[in-house]
């Protein structure tokens, strides 16, 4: 019975994927974004993320891909505002239950505690947008990617939309006509969505959401669908894990 569990943290991601970190996870499109924004209001911060992170990924190597994963529902929905972390209130659903988050998103833990740490160093400065993107940053760096100035000063959203987010977010049913439609509606070209493809060369994902792919999509590498259906057979309902975020 083939192994139900399989995990890839490939180099080849550190490449594809920085270029496009660059044009949407620098987010919230700015003329006041600078790397050297909290340079005086908190110069610190971005050692106390870091340690952070590398404490979270040390305990489980997989938290680093869920951070990047995270940064991206995030950025794909109103901008890189933090309005993913929000939860409900009386004034509206937010997005952690959204159908592209639902019991998949994870990591919220890891980025409470990283603003309880800012939060001593530096009470009421740092926007929780600003930290979920330096520790996707820190995410990618830590396990062999490459790094890259984050550009710094979000304001946090006060508000979040479940509905957005299951419209915005490609689920991984969408092939590729649909996915460059996709990214099209967010100004990133093909190119971009192949490089943020990249980002799912870390991490674990269920077979249940590209099992019909590697079986039934034609234009597919065979050699390369044949080994994800090694660890991930055809019956519904087993869990294999590879080349996903999450």
């Known amino acids: 019975m083939a192994s139900s569990k399989s995990s890839f943290y490939s180099p080849m991601f550190a490449t594809v994927v920085s ?43 997989r938290m680093g891909a869920s951070l990047l994963r995270l940064h ?39 980025i409470d505690n990283i603003k309880t740490a800012v939060e001593r160093a530096c009470p009421g400065v740092v926007s929780c947008a600003d930290i979920l993107a330096i520790a996707a940053r820190d995410s990618v760096v830590i396990l062999g990617g490459p790094t890259w100035n984050v550009k710094l000063g979000r304001r946090d959203a006060r508000t979040a939309s479940q509905a957005a987010a299951n419209s915005a977010i490609p689920p991984p049913s969408l092939n590729l006509t649909q996915l460059t439609s996709n990214f099209a509606a967010q100004g990133l070209s093909q190119s971009d ?7 799912h060369t870390i991490g674990f994902a269920r077979c249940v959401s590209f099992r019909a792919h590697i079986y039934n999509d034609a234009n597919i590498d065979r050699n390369f669908s044949l080994i994800r259906q090694g660890s991930c057979p055809r019956p519904a309902g087993t869990w294999g894990q590879q080349l996903g975020t999450s």
């Open 19 to 61: 270029t496009a970190l660059l044009v949407i996870f620098l987010g919230g499109s700015n003329a006041q974004l600078s790397p050297t924004f909290y340079a005086s209001s908190c110069p610190n911060v971005l050692n106390t993320v870091k340690s952070a992170v590398q404490s979270a990924i040390s305990t489980e190597t």
């Open 72 to 110: 991206f529902h995030d950025c794909f929905v109103n901008g890189c505002d933090g309005s993913i972390l929000l939860d409900d209130t009386s004034n509206f659903t937010g997005e952690k239950n959204a159908n592209p988050n639902r019991n998949s998103a994870r990591g919220f833990e890891v």
């Open 193 to 199: 969505l192949v490089a943020l493809s990249g980002g």
